[in-house]
Each structure stands twice: as C-alpha cells, then as structure tokens.
C-alpha cells in the first residue's frame, strides 16, 4: 500500500469514527422478538457480541423470554439479569436489563424496579428505551406519592413512603431535565414536601419549577400554589408579614403574567385578602405610636402606608380618618405649651 493510499485510508476511517460518534444512534441494533425466531438484531452497525459470548447471551435471551412467556417470572428475571452481568458490552444488555425491571414493576415490587430501571439508564444513556424507562419510573414515583404500599415479608402491606417517592422524582429529574416529566416532577416534589409538612422545601420546589420551566404550563398553577402557601403561613395583622409581602408579590406576578387564566379570579380574591391583612397592620402599628406614645411622624408614616397598601378599601377610609385625628392632636399638641406660658406670665 503506497503512502497516499495509506493516508487516505486513515482518512476515510476518521471520518467514519467521527460520523458514529455523531450518530451514536447508528451503532444501536434493534432487538425484536417474535416466537418463531426468538431474539434478533436488526438494523444498526454493532449486533452485540461475536463467538461463543455472543452465542451464550443469545441463548440466555431466549430462554428468559420463554420463561416470561410461560409464566416463569422468577427465573426470567434471574436470565435476564444474568444477560445484564455477565455480557454487559452486548447489545443484549439493555434490553436484558429493561425487561427484568419490568418484570418486577408488573409485580409491584416498585423499589426493586425503579432501581434496576436507574442502571439501564446509569450504564446505557443512549438506550432507545429512554423515555419508556422515565415514564415507568414516574409511575412508580406518582405510585409512592399517592400512598402506594410495599409489602413487608411478601405479604403484609408495608407502610406508605412519600419521603422515597420525593427522591424519586428528584431522580427523574435528574435523568431527564429536559423532558416533560421535569416540571411534574417538581410539581409532585412540591406536592409530597406539603403532605409531610415541609413548608419551605415544598416552596423551594415550586420556585425552581417558576424559574426553570417558565414555559410549562404548569408554571402559572406553581405562582399561585406558591402564593396559597405563604397566604397560608399568615397569622394575621398582629404578627410577622414577611409571609404577606411574599404572597401579595406572586398574586401580583400572577395577575400580571397570566391575565387569561381560568384561575385569575383566585388570585385576586386572595391578594385582596393579602393586602387588608397587610394594611391592618399598618394601621395597627400606626395606632400604638399615635394612642401609646404620641408619636405623630411615626403615625403618619405608617396610616399612610395603609392608603398605599389598600387605596379603595374600607381600611385606606379608617386610616385617612386617623390622619385626621393624627393632624388635630399634633396641633394641639403644639398649642398647649404657648397657653400655659400665659397663664403662668399673668401671675406677674
């Protein structure tokens, strides 16, 4: 072979290198099953394992699927995942792999599934069972979420675990963040973190899912779920309004961004509750410093804050009233000192 001959080839091998690594999807052989013919590839350029390996994983394959399709279950799993071990570089593996993780999730044995589907997608993150795997571990995940139960000595009803069914989603989302399943993950993280009473985690979820998925159109149901949690962290116009301020901000967000939503109605209804609350406390400040210490700036300050907060409610009316009484008490106020200083002038 000649120099130029050599490079070209060298070339030519380059350039298919660089076209499989770019369609990684090429190197990938479908495998179909059919009773007559058992496993075969078909299409792709790697068909799994040559010589004997090749032939065993094969025959392992097809003995799995005889027991699956015999009732056998057991022990086509215990084939299956043989396949998955022992030949993990064939083209066998995944499917191996995929097919003993369903097995056991048609069980309901949903942990061991949910686990074995994770390493097909760890090992295999080209699978074309990709988003079949996603969509079975967000079934399992909803399942945990929704109370399903494993079973404690393959009998009894175990007990319910939302804590697992949180990770799960997190997983999810992980593996496909991307996908459509990424902000219902979210929304069911938020969801699980209310029921165990994790208030801020349950927030955390819902804004993570405002900020990464603005798109989703789930986004404008996480505003307002965001702002019922802090509505409902309220304890009234004599405490904290930390929570007031946050929820009267996503109502507002809310209303703003998403004036045609069915949903507009509750939002204004709760961000007018929002800014009396809030307005009450104003004026509830706003009274100890004019009635407990005859402060009249400090008054003002905060009668007028009350107007700004709630312009056109009966409480902005209240609150120009005390200004009002704020203004004559002040005056008075000025007034006294000048009199008493005649009178006491006279008595010279």
Not at 1 to 18: D, K, V
């Amino acid at each position: 072979m000649s120099i130029r001959t050599a490079t070209l080839h060298h070339i030519l091998l380059a350039l298919a290198l660089i076209t499989l690594v770019a369609h990684p999807a090429r190197l990938a052989a479908d495998l179909i099953w059919t009773p007559q013919t058992g496993w075969k590839a078909e299409g792709g350029i790697l068909t799994g394992l040559t010589g004997p390996d090749g032939r065993n994983a094969l025959a392992i394959m097809n003995t799995a699927r005889e027991n699956e399709e015999k009732g056998s279950i057991k022990q086509a799993i215990k084939s299956y995942e043989r396949v998955g071990k022992r030949y993990s570089n064939s083209i066998y593996a995944p499917e191996a792999m995929y097919r003993a993780a369903t097995l056991r999730f048609e069980q309901r044995k949903f942990t061991k599934a949910f686990e074995a589907y994770q390493v097909v997608l760890s090992r295999y993150p080209n699978t074309t069972r990709f988003n079949q795997i996603v969509g079975e571990q967000y079934t399992i995940a909803a399942a945990y979420l929704n109370g399903a139960r494993g079973h404690f000595l393959w009998i009894f009803p175990g007990f319910t675990n939302r804590e697992k069914a949180i990770q799960y989603f997190e997983t999810i989302l992980f593996n496909a963040p991307y996908s459509d399943y990424a902000p219902l993950c979210l929304m069911n993280i938020a969801a699980g973190h209310q029921r165990l009473g994790n208030t801020e985690e349950a927030l955390y979820a819902l804004d993570r899912l405002i900020n990464n998925y603005a798109g989703s159109t789930l986004t404008p149901e996480a505003y307002i779920k965001i702002a019922d949690t802090y509505s409902s962290l309220v304890d009234g116009p004599y405490y904290d309004q930390g929570s007031t301020k946050e929820a009267i901000t996503y109502y507002e967000d809310f209303m703003i961004l998403y004036p045609n939503d069915a949903h507009i109605g509750k939002a204004e209804k709760g961000l007018n509750n929002m800014k009396k609350i809030m307005a009450e406390s104003k004026i509830k400040i706003a009274d100890f410093y004019f009635k407990k210490r005859s402060n009249y700036k400090a008054a003002r300050v905060f009668y007028n804050e009350a107007i700004t907060v709630y312009p056109d409610s009966e409480i902005a009316i209240l609150a120009r009233k005390r200004l009002t009484e704020v203004e004559a008490a002040a005056a008075k106020a000025t007034e006294t000192p000048k009199k008493k200083k005649k009178k006491f002038l006279g008595i010279f």
